[in-house]
């Protein structure tokens, strides 16, 4: 059995209760240990296997999960955020059916969800924005899977932009053609890792705050007036609003 697990952002306890579990009795481990922190590991027995997968090739995964398999071992794949974004699952779950070995996924916290608690915003602001859009600037890819981000600036949604942040110029002038130069940003480097920073601005100064701080990897790049604005009180808990769990007051 494979088993998919979010390993959350960073912080070793922002993983998931079962998550924790299942790492707690796999025999093997395959984790990216670029992006995900080794205290997790910890969490694992004593004599489990480890596999570093930023050293090993798209086959050599499979062949360790096939091993595995075949000696029948439990094994986990540690992603990092969630899995099921910009994780690569697919194509390993895809060759794991061809081979009939079972999976399950165990999600995990997104770094764009802990990137929002660092920097204490919320996304949804009524009155605001309703809509998230999570993207990236396109890359090695593939182009226009869904919209440039020059095109998706227009619905001036909340934004949650990833793998992006070693072009920040090319971020900012595709963001200004539908968002408003006052656009407030933040960068979040290493949301909830010791060596975290958080950067402010707007889409007139950020570039120039990222370049001085030397960020060219591993942040969010957040956009929208979310981040700073006037909003209209949640009908949801506006006294004279009802709903199926709660009568009104007027
Ligand atoms: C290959 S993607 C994986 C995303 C992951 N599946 C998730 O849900 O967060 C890696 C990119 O996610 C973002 N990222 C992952 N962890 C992060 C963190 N702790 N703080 C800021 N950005 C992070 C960065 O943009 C990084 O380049």
């Known amino acids: ?69 075949n000696k029948g071992k439990t094994l986990a794949r540690l992603h990092t955020g969630d899995p099921s974004i910009y994780g690569t699952i697919k194509e390993q779950m895809d060759e794991l059916d061809r081979r009939n070995i079972p999976y399950e996924i165990i999600p995990g916290v ?18 605001v924005s309703q809509t998230v859009i999570i993207t990236r600037l396109e890359g090695r890819t593939g182009k226009s899977e869904g919209g440039r981000l020059d095109e998706l600036s227009k619905h001036r949604a909340s934004m949650s932009i990833f793998l992006s942040i070693q072009d920040i110029e090319g971020v900012v002038e595709q963001l200004k053609v539908g968002y408003s130069e006052e656009t407030p940003v933040a960068v979040v480097y290493k949301a ?15 570039a120039d705050k990222v370049k001085a701080e030397n960020i060219d990897r591993f942040a969010q790049i957040l956009v929208g007036d979310f981040l700073n604005s006037e909003y209209e009180m949640s009908k949801l808990y506006d006294a004279c609003f009802t709903h199926m769990y709660r009568s009104g007051t007027k």
């Open 110 to 127: 997104s770094s764009f969800l802990a990137a929002a608690s660092r920097v204490k915003a919320e996304f949804t602001l009524p009155g």
């Open 1 to 69: 059995m494979v088993y998919f697990i979010g390993a959350g952002p960073g912080d070793e306890e922002l993983i998931t209760v079962k998550g924790m579990k299942r790492l707690q009795v796999v025999d093997v481990v395959i984790y990216a240990g670029s992006l995900v922190s080794k205290k997790l590991l910890d969490y694992c027995k004593s004599d489990v296997e480890i596999y570093d997968s930023a050293s090993m090739d798209f086959n050599q995964v499979i062949e360790v999960m096939q091993e595995s398999h």
């Open 192 to 206: 909830t890792w010791p060596d975290e920073k958080i950067l402010r601005g707007t889409l007139k100064d950020i």
